[in-house]
């Protein structure tokens, strides 16, 4: 079975610093990628989407994530984090052979120190 | 307001009961899905569908039953079947196509 992997599960920083959250899935076809994020008391919202074209893609709140389908990746990137971006990130795949099935990896916490 | 609501925000119900989360969509999304979030483990599958009178398992559809006679309507009742039922469930929906989910506020239920 498809599967998505987050390796970082806990991250701490302080303000400013650069931040790279790791995701992978285990798949070779067509993917569509998301990056959500979950603040704390506050829903699921969408960050960023990949579905075709340009590899690296660029979301709201100067997130940007970068598709590198050689190493079945979508890694998340900001160059300065802000004590606000302290929430839980989400990477999801939907895998093309498997129909409207969104699988999501396990999450990573951020927290960004003031 | 276009959205997805689920209710009730926190929900108690006594050991060997089963219970019933609503969700609702006014988006006029064909997919709708239910998510179990637990701590460390992310969002995990439980049911999806994809068009009304229709729906399939996904990855701990165990202990779980949904229905979808309305496309606006997806609820999920958790048995007496399920044998850890307290946890974070989150309902979501999208168009067909490429599109991304929306997810509702999520429901807390804790079983007792």
């Known amino acids: 079975a498809q599967s998505v992997s987050q390796h970082n599960h806990h991250v701490i920083l302080s303000e400013a610093a650069s931040l790279e959250l790791g995701c992978n899935y285990s798949?070779?076809?067509?993917?569509?990628l998301f990056w959500y994020v979950q603040y704390p008391g506050q829903h699921l919202q969408l960050l960023l989407k990949?579905?075709?074209?340009?590899?690296l893609v660029k979301g709201i709140k100067g997130f940007e994530a970068e598709f590198i389908k050689s190493k079945f990746s979508f890694n998340l990137r900001k160059p300065s984090v802000q004590w606000s971006d302290t929430a839980e990130y989400f990477c999801a795949v939907r895998f093309n052979n498997a129909g409207n099935m969104l699988t999501f990896g396990g999450g990573t916490r951020l927290m960004v120190k003031p | 307001d276009g959205g997805i609501t689920q209710s009730p925000k926190y929900l108690f119900r006594k050991e060997g009961q089963n219970v019933t989360l609503s969700c609702e969509q006014n988006l006029n999304h064909d997919a709708m899905y239910w998510y179990r979030q637990d701590p460390g483990q992310g969002l995990r599958l439980i049911y999806y569908?994809?068009?009304?009178?229709?729906?399939q398992k996904g990855d701990i559809a165990e202990g779980y039953s949904v229905s979808r006679e309305k496309k606006e309507s997806f609820p999920l009742t958790v048995t007496s079947a399920q044998k850890n039922p307290t946890a974070f469930y989150l309902c979501?929906?999208?168009?067909?196509?490429?599109?991304?989910?929306?997810f509702g506020q999520g429901t807390r239920l804790t079983v007792v």
């Open positions: 979501a929906s999208r168009s067909q196509g490429q599109s991304e989910a929306f």
């Open positions: 798949y070779g076809g067509t993917v569509n």
């Open positions: 569908s994809q068009i009304v009178n229709d729906f």
């Open positions: 990949y579905f075709s074209g340009d590899p």
